[in-house]
C-alpha cells in the first residue's frame, strides 16, 4: 500500500514512522529542507521537497499509484490544495485532509459530502476536545476509547496502592468482588505489555486496559476502587481554540467553567462568544489568581495553553493547591512518557490525536475505527467481520488470530458480547480488536477479504 | 555505540559471504581443479567464524541503528569481509604470503581490480571465478545486497544504505529501502545477463562471458586472462565491453528509469550529459595524440584510445593495449582520468562526476561573484539548486581525497618506490582503477610493491570504494567519545 503524506511536522512525522515501521510504501512531501531530512534521517520512507498542492510535486512523488493521500501540514490552504490538486492527476486516490481553522467547522460536512476531492476531514481540535470530555466522565482513566457508537468503551486506569485488586488473580477477581469482571486486555507494567492470562496476578501501580459496555461501566469501574461522581466545576487554563470549543462544550452541559487567559484581547473575544462561563485575564501559573478561583474547589483543571511546559507546570502547581482530576495538553510527543512518571496520568494531544484519526482510514479490510494507544505500542480496532473474511463462522478458538492480539468485544445489532473461546463471529458482526503493533500487519490479513473471491 | 549489535550484524554478513562462496565451489567441482579444497575450507573457516560471532554476541532487541552505528559497521564490516574472502586465495597455492591475499580479496571487493598475480591463467578456474565474483558482489555493494534479501537488517537497512552508497544527492527509487536495494540489484543483474549473452555471441566460451561481465559491472577489471581483454585481440569484444563500461558508469537509477519506459531519462540528466560529454572528449584528444605515433590507421588509435579512455574514466581497468607506450601526454590524460571517475550512484569509482561537476560550478559562481559582488547566483544541477551543505560537503570530500592521494604517495614514495608509480598506484587504488603508471602499469602487477606498501594501498582502495568519510570517520577521536 502506497501512501503520500504532504507535510513533515509532528503529525505528518509520526504517521509517517507509524506506517513505515509497518512496512507500507510511504512518500513524505514538504517544501522545509531541514523538515525533510529530518524525516529521511530516521524514517525509511522516500522524501520529496515541494509544495504539496504542486500537481508536479505530488506527480514526482507517484500520487497516480497512492492509494491514500494525507495532508496535514500545518496550513489548511495547502491541505486543501493538495486534496484538489490530487484529485485532479489522481481521482482514485483517498484524500484526507486536516483542517485546524475553526471557521471551517460548519463546513466539515458539506466538504466531506459535496467536495469530490475530499475524502475525511481531519480535525485535530474537534478530537481533543471530544477526548478532555471522555477523560472527564471516567475518573482516573488514562485513556478512554468509545467503540460501536459509544455502546462499548475501551478504558484504560492506574491500579491504586489500596484498590482491593492489588494482588489479585484475574481468575480470582468474582470470587473476591462478587461481581463479573470485565475484559481486561492488557496490562503495563514497567513500561512492558502484557496480555494476561488468567493466572496473572494484578499489582498496584498496574496500567490496565479493559473493555466494558457503557451501562456497565459504573460497575466495572468500581471494581477497581473509582468512583464515578459527576462533575460541576471545571477550570480551563488557555484560552486558544481548544479550550474555547472546550468551554462551548462544558456550556451545553451546564458545567460551570471558569476560563483563564492570558491575552486581553482574547480575553475580550471568550467573553464575546461565550455566555455562562467565567473568562479570567491573568497567567494560569499565577499561585494567587488560581487560589483566588478556588481551584481546591474544582473537578477537573485543564490546562490548553500553547506552550507546553507552562501546561506541565501549571497542571502539577494545581494537583498540589488540592484540584482532584488534571487533564494536561501536551504536543511534542517525547514528552507523553515522562508525564506519568511526574504524577500527571491524564494526558491529550492534539497531535496524538490526529494520528488516531487518520488510522482507522489506513487499515485495511471494513475498519471503522482505530486507536493507537500506549505510546503507538499497541492498537484497538473496531471492524466490521465481512462474510468472506476467515474469522467468520467458527469458534473464535480455532481461528488463527495473531500472537498478541485479541478479540475483545462482539457487536451483534443492538447486543454486545464479550467473547469466550466459544464465541461464533457472525457475517457482519462489529469486532474490537486488541493488538500489540506487531500483530498488525497479521490482523489486517485476516480482517481483509479472502483472496480466492477475487 | 553497541558493540555487541555490531559484531552481531557483521557476524551475520561474514556468515553471508561464506555461503555465496558455494559458487566457485561449483566451478571448481565441475573443472575438478585444485580450488576445491582452499574454497570448501574458506567456506568452514568463514561460515565457522560467522556463526561464533553471531553466538556469542546474541541480539538484544534493536530496532534503530544510529547514524554512527551504520558506519562503523559499514566499514568494519567491509574490513572483514575483504579479510575472509581472502582465505581461498592464501590457501590455494598461487599467493604465498597473507598479504597479497588479502590485498587480492579487498582489490576484488573494493573493484579495484590491481592484481598481485603474474600468470593468472596459471590460476585455477575456481578461484578465478571467485576472484571475479567478488567484484561483483563488491560492485553494487555487498551490504546493499543483503539489505535486499535479508530480513534480519530491518528498519537499519537504510543507515547501512547510506554508509555503503554514499551519494552527493540521496535518492531512492522506492519508498522502502529494501525495495530500493532490490531494484538495483535486479537492474544490475539483468544488465550483467545481458553482457553474458552478448559476449557469447561473439564466439566467448561461458566461463570467461561470465567473468567479464562479472568484472565489466562493476567497473572491477579482473580478467581470466594475463594480457587482458588484449588476449581476444576482437573489435566486437572491445565494442561490447566499452559499452557496458560506460553502462555501469552511469548511474543505476537512470537504468532503472530507463527500463520503466523513460529513454530519454539518460539525455534529461545533466550528470550523464557531463559524463558521457567529458568521455567523447578525452576520447577525440588521445585517438589524435595516438594517432601517427602510436598506431597508423585512425582507426586503430581510436579502438584503443576510446577503450582505454572508458576502462580508466569509468575506473574498470581493463588494458586493450599498453598504454605506457603512448606519448605523455595521453598517458597524463589517462592519469588525471582516474580522478574524474564515473557518475554518482554507479559502480565506478574516482572522485565521481557530479562532484566535479559542483566544483567546477562553485569555481564559476566564485569568478561571476568577482565580477558581479551583488549578484545571487546558485549553483544548480539540472535547474534545481543544490543546498549549501551539499556543496560544502563535495568541497570537503575533494580536499580529503586529494589530501589523502598526497599523503598515501609521500608514504608508498617513502618506500623507495619511483615517482611515477608512487603517484600512479595510488591513484589507481583510491579511485578503484588498477592498473598504474610505471611498475604497477598495465602490463605489470602489484607483486613486487614493498610489503608495507601494499597495506597503505589496501587501505586506500577501502577509503576509495567506501567514499573516503565511512572509513575516515573511524580515525577521528570524537567518533569514539561516548
Redesign the interface.
Given at each position: 500500500m502506497k501512501v503520500i503524506i504532504v507535510g513533515a511536522g509532528e503529525v505528518g512525522f509520526h504517521i509517517a514512522s507509524h506506517l513505515a515501521r509497518e512496512n507500507k510504501n510511504v512518500v513524505v512531501i514538504d517544501k522545509d529542507p531541514a523538515a525533510i531530512r529530518r524525516v529521511s534521517d530516521n524514517i525509511d520512507v522516500q522524501v520529496v521537497i515541494g509544495s504539496g498542492s504542486s500537481p508536479v510535486v505530488l506527480k514526482e512523488a507517484g500520487i497516480k499509484e497512492a492509494e491514500i493521500l494525507l495532508a496535514v501540514t500545518d496550513s489548511d490552504d495547502t491541505n486543501l490544495g493538495a486534496c484538489l490538486v490530487s484529485n485532479l492527476i489522481s481521482p482514485a486516490t483517498k484524500k484526507l485532509c486536516r483542517i485546524r481553522y475553526a471557521d471551517y467547522d460548519e463546513y466539515h460536512e458539506a466538504l466531506r459530502e459535496n467536495a469530490p476531492h475530499i475524502d475525511t476531514i481531519i480535525n485535530p481540535e474537534i478530537e481533543v476536545v471530544k477526548k478532555i470530555f471522555r477523560l472527564m466522565s471516567v475518573p482516573g482513566a488514562v485513556e478512554v476509547n468509545d467503540f460501536a457508537d459509544g455502546r462499548v468503551v475501551f478504558i484504560g486506569i492506574y491500579l491504586d496502592e489500596f484498590a482491593k485488586l492489588s494482588g489479585v488473580r484475574l481468575s480470582d477477581i468474582y470470587a473476591k468482588t462478587g461481581k463479573q469482571s470485565p475484559l481486561i486486555a492488557a496490562v503495563v507494567r514497567d513500561e512492558e505489555l502484557i496480555i494476561p492470562r488468567g493466572n496473572h496476578k494484578l499489582k498496584a501501580g498496574d496500567l490496565i486496559y479493559f473493555i466494558s459496555e457503557k451501562e456497565k461501566l459504573i460497575e466495572s469501574l468500581s471494581i477497581f476502587d473509582k468512583n464515578v461522581e459527576p462533575i460541576g466545576r471545571v477550570m480551563i487554563v488557555g484560552g486558544g481554540s481548544i479550550g474555547f470549543r472546550l468551554a462551548s462544550l462544558l456550556e451545553k452541559n451546564s458545567i460551570s467553567t471558569k476560563i483563564i487567559e492570558k491575552n486581553p484581547d482574547r480575553c475580550t473575544e471568550l467573553a464575546e462568544k461565550l455566555n455562562k462561563a467565567v473568562v479570567l485575564h491573568g497567567d494560569g501559573s499565577d499561585q494567587e489568581l488560581l487560589r483566588e478561583e478556588n481551584i481546591q474547589d474544582m473537578d477537573v483543571v485543564v490546562t490548553l495553553t500553547n506552550d507546553e511546559e507552562t501546561n506541565i507546570l501549571t497542571s502539577l502547581l494545581a494537583k498540589r493547591m488540592g484540584a482532584s482530576k488534571v487533564i494536561t495538553k501536551v504536543s511534542k510527543f517525547s514528552y507523553i512518557p515522562l508525564i506519568s512518571m511526574i504524577g500527571l496520568e491524564q494526558v491529550v494531544s492534539p497531535r496524538l490525536s490526529a494520528i488516531n484519526t487518520i488510522l482507522q482510514h489506513i487499515r485495511v479490510g471494513k475498519v471503522l475505527a482505530a486507536k493507537s494507544i500506549i505510546d503507538e505500542q499497541a492498537e484497538v480496532m473496531e471492524a466490521v467481520a465481512l462474510e468472506t473474511s476467515e474469522i467468520v463462522g467458527k469458534p473464535i478458538r480455532e481461528i488463527s488470530i495473531p500472537k498478541g492480539a485479541l478479540v475483545t468485544g462482539i457487536m451483534r445489532k443492538d447486543t454486545v458480547i464479550i467473547p469466550t473461546g466459544e464465541s461464533v463471529i457472525e457475517p457482519n458482526d462489529r469486532i474490537i480488536i486488541f493488538a500489540k503493533k506487531q500483530a498488525i500487519p497479521e490482523i489486517e490479513k485476516i480482517l481483509a477479504v479472502k483472496l480466492e473471491f477475487f | 555505540m553497541r558493540w555487541s549489535f555490531i559484531l552481531n550484524i557483521i557476524g551475520m554478513l561474514i556468515i553471508f559471504l561464506g555461503i555465496c562462496m558455494i559458487f566457485p565451489l561449483f566451478f571448481g567441482l565441475y573443472f575438478k581443479d585444485q580450488s576445491i579444497i582452499p574454497l570448501a575450507q574458506s567456506m568452514g573457516i568463514t561460515i565457522g567464524s560467522g556463526l561464533s560471532l553471531v553466538i556469542c554476541f546474541r541480539r538484544t532487541k534493536v530496532e534503530h541503528i544510529s547514524?554512527r552505528e551504520g558506519m562503523a559497521i559499514v566499514a568494519i564490516g567491509w574490513t572483514a569481509i575483504g579479510f575472509f574472502g581472502a582465505f581461498p586465495f592464501y590457501l590455494g597455492p598461487e599467493f604465498s604470503t597473507f598479504v597479497d591475499a588479502f590485498f587480492e580479496s579487498v582489490s576484488g571487493f573494493t573493484t579495484t581490480g590491481s592484481s598481485i598475480l603474474t600468470n593468472i591463467e596459471a590460476v585455477s578456474k575456481g578461484l578465478l571465478f571467485w576472484r571475479s565474483f567478488i567484484q561483483w558482489l563488491g560492485g553494487m555493494g555487498i551490504i546493499v545486497l543483503s539489505v535486499a534479501i535479508l530480513p534480519f537488517l530491518g528498519?537499519g537497512?537504510?543507515q547501512l544504505y547510506k554508509a555503503e552508497v554514499p551519494s552527493p544527492v540521496?535518492d531512492?527509487l522506492?519508498?522502502?529501502?529494501r525495495?530500493t536495494a532490490t531494484v538495483l540489484w535486479k537492474v544490475y543483474a539483468l544488465i550483467t545477463l545481458a553482457q553474458v549473452f552478448l559476449l557469447m555471441m561473439g564466439g566467448m566460451d561461458f566461463y570467461d562471458a561470465l567473468n567479464h561481465a562479472f568484472t565489466t559491472m562493476p567497473t572491477g577489471g579482473f580478467s581470466t586472462k594475463n594480457t587482458s581483454v588484449a588476449h581476444f585481440d576482437s573489435v566486437y569484444f572491445d565494442t561490447v565491453i566499452i559499452i557496458f563500461m560506460l553502462l555501469a558508469g552511469i548511474n543505476f537509477s537512470l537504468h532503472y528509469q530507463f527500463l520503466r519506459g523513460k529513454p530519454l531519462a539518460f539525455w534529461r540528466d545533466s550528470e550523464c550529459r557531463f559524463f558521457l560529454g567529458s568521455v567523447l572528449i578525452l576520447i577525440v584528444i588521445v585517438t589524435f595524440n595516438i594517432y601517427g605515433t602510436v598506431y597508423e590507421t585512425i582507426g586503430q588509435a581510436f579502438r584503443y584510445g576510446a577503450f582505454q579512455v572508458v576502462s580508466i574514466v569509468t575506473t574498470t581497468g581493463y588494458a586493450s593495449a599498453d598504454y605506457e607506450l603512448w606519448p605523455s601526454m595521453s598517458q597524463l590524460i589517462l592519469l588525471l582520468c582516474m580522478f574524474l571517475g564515473a557518475s554518482a550512484g554507479s559502480t565506478g569509482g574516482g572522485m565521481k562526476c557530479l562532484r566535479v561537476m559542483l566544483a567546477l560550478k562553485y569555481c564559476y559562481k566564485e569568478l561571476f561573484s568577482l565580477i558581479h559582488p551583488r549578484a545571487v547566483k546558485h549553483i544548480k544541477i539540472g535547474g534545481v539548486p543544490v543546498?549549501e551543505d551539499v556543496i560544502r560537503s563535495v568541497l570537503g570530500f575533494m580536499g580529503l581525497y586529494v589530501g589523502l592521494f598526497a599523503f598515501s604517495s609521500v608514504l608508498i614514495a617513502s618506500m623507495g618506490v619511483d615517482l611515477v608509480t608512487s603517484v600512479a598506484s595510488v591513484a589507481a587504488t583510491i579511485g578503484n582503477i588498477g592498473p598504474g603508471l610505471g611498475m604497477v602499469g598495465p602490463t605489470d602487477n602489484f607483486a613486487q610493491m614493498p610489503y608495507l606498501g601494499k597495506w597503505v594501498l589496501i587501505w586506500c582502495m577501502l577509503l576509495g570504494r567506501l567514499e573516503i568519510y565511512t572509513v575516515i570517520i573511524l580515525f577521528v577521536p570524537e567518533f569514539w567519545r561516548k
Open positions: - | 547514524h528498519v537497512g537504510m540521496p531512492k522506492k519508498p522502502r529501502i525495495d543546498h
